[in-house]
């Protein structure tokens, strides 16, 4: 049997230990996930072929999708095999299309998802010297792309130790992305 002052002792070691175990998590340092290119590469294949009719007239499929990354702007560019089809040409329209965009996270997604896209070359396609083709470009960069999950996150991915974490940086890195997570406040 314990007398009062040991027993009084032994609960304020108690609940000592209970707030440092407690104030532990809040202190757990910032966590880093490294998403290669090569990952990122297949996950976007999956998705591809991509077909569909755009403003009910002109058939788009995009294929053969090549991504690589842009360390000095922070920037994913993407590559596709592009062919347009409309009832107001005879012959398809075919070249390789390339697209940047900023990278971003959507927390509600638990996901890697493309922003801002940008048209930056039509290839083959702009041999036409078609203007209009070029304004076509850039509402299927604008349209299709924008917020396309790139990467889904597992459910424990935003979570260490009971503790949530939440993505505050990507880094663009020349081979694969790094996500930077801290502890929620």
Request: glycine content about 4%; some cysteine; charged content about 20%.
């Amino acid at each position: 049997m314990l007398s009062p002052k040991q027993s009084l002792l032994a609960l304020a070691l108690a609940l000592l230990s209970g707030f440092m175990l407690a104030g532990c998590a809040t202190f757990l340092p910032m966590q880093e996930f490294e998403i290669p290119l090569s990952r990122l590469q297949r996950e976007v294949e999956e998705r591809f072929p991509f077909n569909n009719r755009y403003l009910e007239l002109i058939d788009v499929s995009l294929s053969k999708p090549v991504l690589s990354l842009s360390p000095k702007d922070d920037r994913l560019l993407a590559s596709f095999d592009a062919k347009l089809l409309s009832p107001l040409t005879r012959q398809p329209i075919e070249g390789r299309m390339q697209v940047s965009g900023l990278l971003r996270i959507d927390p509600q997604r638990r996901a890697l998802v493309l922003a801002e896209p940008r048209l930056e070359s039509l290839g083959g396609l702009a041999d036409t010297g078609n203007s209009r083709l070029l304004k076509l470009g850039t509402m299927l960069a604008e349209d299709l792309l924008n917020n396309t999950v790139l990467y889904s996150f597992a459910p424990d991915t935003f979570m260490v130790a009971g503790q949530r974490f939440n993505p505050t940086r990507i880094t663009t890195r020349q081979n694969s992305l790094v996500v930077s997570f801290e502890p929620a406040r």
